[in-house]
């Protein structure tokens, strides 16, 4: 009989346990060792969509992959052929996750709960024969002249291991001797930067509003085309958000060379200054006679709306007949062009993405093998893949993890 072949996978997040699941579905001749640095495997997993797992998205309202994948689209364009979010949902389907959607176009698994997903991929793994070692943090890949991989692990004394194939899928690394040696093997790296968080601002009549919500506004990096809309939140440090996190995805590396200080200008009705004077008006035509702050925009709360009417220097003694052309005009601007400085950057309790990791360009963009090393295979966010929120960084694991697997199988068959 022909010798089993070993294959590693470093990393036991979302994308390397579907993957190391997907290679035992698709051969029994692998012998399949999970490798993890820490105590519990897919531990963000069961973080994500705060803790009920945001396991895809329908992608109904996204007409180009580059609005939720700022870096890595033309790659996943092309992936998505081989598993895109339709058969990833009829993949857990089959594999026992029933699934729903929500009107937000997220999709969820019908328990609302994370562990659903983490404790079935353990439990496929475990069927599977798949070995899952936690505490063990691979600190080297050497390739040898027989076309065996050594890994070195930090445990035990810089202990070594010998596999026929490796698959790595750590995350978003930042400087570690992994790294290191993935610079050794021939990979160039685009330096991790924290993606998908809340921005800063020192504005105490703004945090004063914490909690404060608009359905639809946008958001942009003064003096650059950078730009994102969604929802947002005001918080007790600034703002958070959709729209705000989609731009500090958008703008990751801009907003880390700059150390996190920007300008930022938002516009809360999330429409042109004409829409918005014209909207004014209406207001003014239907409440002449009553004080300013008894009525305000359908899209924004009582207190934001003075919080904003007090940012114009209008008088709450005002009546809105008595608004005037100026006091409109200054209105107006406000809404649609409100500007704050950024003084630093927040987290997103339910993301952990970062923006950068093994440069696409030495990966073959087919199988997400290394163009360098035959036999050594990329899987999720250590490449230079990441996206914004609503399902969409798991669907590139998802997706990743499954050609990973598809590929170095095949490899390893031939």
């Excluded at 924004?300 to 003075?306: G, Q, V």
Aim: charged share 25%; proline share 3%; aromatic share 8%.
């Amino acid at each position: 009989m022909p010798q089993r072949k070993k294959i590693a996978i470093i990393g036991a997040g979302a994308a390397g346990c579907f993957c190391a699941v997907n290679i035992a579905e698709m051969s029994d001749e692998m012998d399949v060792c999970v490798f993890e640095a820490a105590t519990r495997p897919m531990h963000k997993l069961s973080l994500t969509g705060g803790g009920r797992c945001n396991i895809t998205n329908p992608f109904d309202e996204v007409d180009s992959l580059a609005e939720v994948y700022p870096r890595g689209h033309r790659l996943l364009k092309s992936l998505f052929y081989s598993l895109d979010n339709e058969r990833t949902a009829q993949w857990f389907e089959n594999h026992g996750i029933r699934l729903y959607a929500q009107d937000d176009n997220r999709i969820f698994p019908q328990s609302d709960d994370a562990m659903e997903v983490v404790d079935r991929l353990a439990e496929l793994m475990a069927e599977h024969n798949v070995r899952l070692t936690t505490n063990s943090k691979v600190t080297a890949i050497n390739k040898h002249d027989d076309g065996k991989f050594s890994l070195t692990f930090a445990d035990d004394g810089d202990r070594k291991e010998t596999f026929d194939g490796v698959v790595v899928t750590t995350g978003g690394m930042s400087h570690s001797p992994l790294m290191e040696s993935l610079r050794a093997l021939g990979h160039e790296m685009a330096e991790p930067v924290p993606s998908l968080f809340s921005l800063k601002v020192k504005d105490d009549a703004l945090t004063s509003l914490m909690g404060a919500t608009v359905a639809s506004a946008s958001v942009m990096i003064t003096g650059t085309k950078l730009r994102a809309e969604g929802g947002l939140l005001v918080t007790h440090f600034g703002f958070s958000g959709p729209a705000v996190l989609r731009l500090s995805s958008y703008a990751a590396r801009a907003l880390a060379e700059s150390n996190y200080r920007c300008e930022i200008a938002v516009n809360w009705t999330n429409t042109s200054e004409d829409e918005t004077r014209a909207s004014i008006q209406k207001l003014i035509k239907a409440n002449a006679a009553k004080n300013v702050l008894s009525a305000h925009p359908e899209q924004l709360t009582k207190r934001l709306w003075e919080y904003l009417t007090a940012k114009a220097e209008i008088s709450k003694d005002r009546t809105f007949a008595e608004l005037g052309k100026k006091n409109v005009n200054k209105l107006v601007t406000v809404l649609t062009s409100d500007t704050y400085h950024v003084n630093g950057r927040g987290q997103y309790k339910e993301e952990f993405v970062t923006s950068g990791g093994v440069a696409l360009s030495g990966i073959n963009p087919k199988t997400l093998e290394s163009k360098s090393v035959a036999g050594l295979f990329f899987d999720g966010e250590v490449m230079d893949i990441d996206a914004v929120t609503g399902g969409f960084n798991l669907q590139a694991a998802w997706t990743t993890g499954y050609v990973a697997a598809r590929n170095i199988v095949e490899s390893l068959r031939s």
